[in-house]
C-alpha cells in the first residue's frame, strides 16, 4: 500500500476548533487514506453528507462524514450506503463532525424524520464491524445517525476539539431563555432580563464545561481521546483487530462445571 499523498500533521489544523465554521472532510480523508485515493459514493447528491470507500494499509473500508448538518439527500444516501456496505462486508468508519439534522419547514416538508430515521435504522442494524470518530461538534440526533456510542460501535475514539452535547449551550440558553419568559408571561409577571442574562450565562458554562473531550472521556463515554495525527494507525489497528475477530471461531465449553 502506499501512505497519504498529504502530511499527517497537517491534521492538527484541518478542522476548526469552532464547529460554526465551515471545511471539507475531503481534507482529513486526503491524509488518513492510501495513496489519498477516495472514491466518492453520489458526490453531487446530498454532498453534505460524504460517503466513499477507501484503503488504510491495505485493508478495505467505507467513510461516511459531514460537511454540515445531515439533510434529506444526504440521510437517504447514507442510509443506501450503510446497506450496500453490508452486503460487501466492508467496515464502516464515521467521522462525526456533526450539528444535528437539518431542521426547518422545508426540511419537514421534504421527509426528515421518515429519511433520518431510515438512516439511523440502517446504522443500528448494521452486520459490519462500525468505527467512530468524534472530529469535531457531536450534538442531538446527529450523534445518533453518525454511530455514537448508544449505537455501540466496535470502536469510539475522540480527537482533543471533540464535544458532545444534545445542543451547543447557546442555543441552549436561547431556547431556555425563552422559556423562562413565556412562563413569566403566563404568569402575569414581567420577564427579569437580568436573572435571565445570568442565568444564560451560567448554562453556557455549563455546557461549555461538560461538552468537552476531556469530560467525556474521563467518563468512559468513548474508548480514550487520540491525537489526528495519530488517526490512521489507529484506525489502521482496529481494522485489523476487527479482521482477525471475524476470522476466529468460536469454540464453547463442553465440559460443565467441575473442580479440576
Request: net charge neutral; hydrophobic share 40%.
Amino acid at each position: 500500500f502506499k501512505p497519504p499523498r498529504h502530511d499527517a500533521d497537517e491534521l492538527a489544523g484541518v478542522v476548526p476548533v469552532d464547529f460554526r465554521k465551515g471545511y471539507d472532510v475531503h481534507e482529513v480523508l486526503a491524509r488518513l487514506v492510501d495513496d489519498s485515493d477516495f472514491a466518492d459514493f453520489k458526490q453531487l447528491y446530498g454532498p453534505a453528507t460524504v460517503c466513499g470507500q477507501a484503503r488504510i494499509e491495505g485493508h478495505p473500508v467505507a467513510f461516511i462524514g459531514n460537511n454540515g448538518p445531515i439533510d434529506v439527500d444526504g440521510a437517504a444516501k447514507a442510509g443506501q450506503f450503510i446497506q450496500l456496505m453490508c452486503q460487501s462486508g466492508t467496515p464502516i468508519v464515521y467521522l462525526q463532525n456533526i450539528t444535528g439534522y437539518m431542521v426547518g419547514t422545508d426540511a419537514e416538508r421534504r421527509g426528515i424524520v421518515k429519511h433520518g430515521s431510515k438512516m439511523i435504522q440502517a446504522v443500528a442494524n448494521a452486520t459490519v464491524p462500525q468505527i467512530t470518530i468524534h472530529i469535531g461538534a457531536s450534538f442531538g440526533a446527529g450523534n445518533y445517525g453518525m454511530c455514537g456510542r448508544a449505537f455501540d460501535p466496535r470502536f469510539l475514539f475522540a480527537w482533543p476539539n471533540n464535544r458532545v452535547a444534545v445542543m451547543g449551550g447557546e442555543q441552549a440558553a436561547k431556547v431556555m431563555s425563552i422559556v423562562a419568559q413565556e412562563g413569566a408571561r403566563k404568569r402575569g409577571d414581567k420577564p427579569d432580563a437580568a436573572a435571565l442574562r445570568r442565568g444564560s450565562e451560567r448554562l453556557v458554562d455549563q455546557f461549555d464545561r461538560e461538552s468537552t473531550a476531556l469530560y467525556i472521556t474521563s467518563r468512559v463515554w468513548d474508548d480514550g481521546i487520540i491525537d489526528p495525527r495519530d488517526t490512521r494507525r489507529v484506525l489502521a489497528f482496529c481494522l485489523r483487530i476487527c479482521r482477525e475477530a471475524g476470522m476466529s471461531e468460536l469454540h464453547p465449553t463442553t465440559f460443565g462445571v467441575a473442580r479440576l
